[in-house]
């Protein structure tokens, strides 16, 4: 550690322990400066604004330095994943919200998402600002360890909450697969569709990948199941219309490897590729 960022800890320390506050608080603000990623700065500032120690009382802030303390296995993240979980326990919707991440998604310890869901769902249960990222991370935890319960926060995260979204293309992808396999839901081939080609035109290269397997998937099975060409056809042109041509290639390919009329595989299909423009 830089001495110059040692002696304003110590400093603001002493302070601290003295009751000037107002020194305390402007020591490690200082200290900050110098170092951005100092996990101690972080505590003891997230310790003034919890307290009200030489700022204006800030609840909120307070966690916010705390979430940065708790990135490691160590004492001092021991100390603070105690002292905020108390906080999610006794109550706070924000700090269930960061317990919830610590379990679900953090270094901090193995991941465990049925404990994270637990708390995502007391955020939400006090009606904390933060309800709506929790139940985005609610329906990705579930993604990941329960699909079946996946759809529980879907619908009401892509329409009313659409704004409020931090990873919208990987939620859709999830709505994809849901309505595309029917996972907990009536299986719908449309809205299996229609959600992910939100995830393919709005997600990053894994999404898309994704995306694009699970409405070829949906696209595949209506074709095994009812002979639909001219439903296969219809998405076809309108990923042509996308400006999308490996996916309506990829579509047309579906009708062949699970189509046996070979009239349709000689004729049909040669029609469909002219007139999309694949090959």
């Given amino acids: 550690m830089d001495k110059r960022v040692y002696d304003l800890i110590e400093w603001g320390n002493e302070c601290y322990r003295d009751g000037k506050y107002d020194e305390a608080f402007g020591a490690y603000s200082e200290a900050l400066k110098y170092d951005p990623s100092n996990r101690y700065i972080y505590a003891n500032l997230g310790n003034c604004y919890m307290n009200g120690y030489g700022c204006e009382q800030d609840t909120k802030k307070a966690l916010g330095y705390y979430v940065d303390v708790i990135n490691e296995r160590d004492q001092l993240a021991d100390t603070y994943f105690e002292y905020v979980k108390s906080l999610a326990d006794s109550g706070d919707g924000y700090a269930a919200f960061i317990i919830g991440d610590v379990y679900s998604c953090s270094d901090y310890n193995d991941t465990d998402y049925l404990t994270g869901i637990k708390y995502y769902q007391m955020c939400i249960d006090q009606n904390s600002e933060c309800s709506v990222n929790a139940k985005e991370q609610i329906t990705k935890a579930y993604y990941y360890s329960d699909i079946s319960k996946a759809h529980t926060y879907l619908d009401e995260l892509l329409t ?5 979204l931090v990873d919208r293309p990987f939620i859709e992808q999830i709505a994809a697969l849901v309505y595309g396999a029917g996972y907990g839901v009536s299986k719908d081939s449309r809205k299996a569709i229609e ?85």
């Fill in 160 to 164: 009313v909450y659409s704004d409020d």
């Fill in 195 to 279: 959600h992910g080609k939100n995830a393919f035109y709005g997600g990053n290269k894994k999404v898309k990948e994704y995306a694009a397997i699970e409405i070829i998937d949906v696209i595949r099975e209506r074709i095994v199941n009812q002979n639909d060409l001219d439903y296969a056809r219809l998405v076809a042109r309108s990923y042509i219309y996308d400006k999308n041509p490996t996916a309506a290639n990829n579509i047309i390919n579906a009708v062949v490897y699970n189509n046996t009329d070979l009239d349709v595989v000689r004729n049909v299909i040669p029609e469909w590729k002219k007139e999309f423009g694949v090959q």
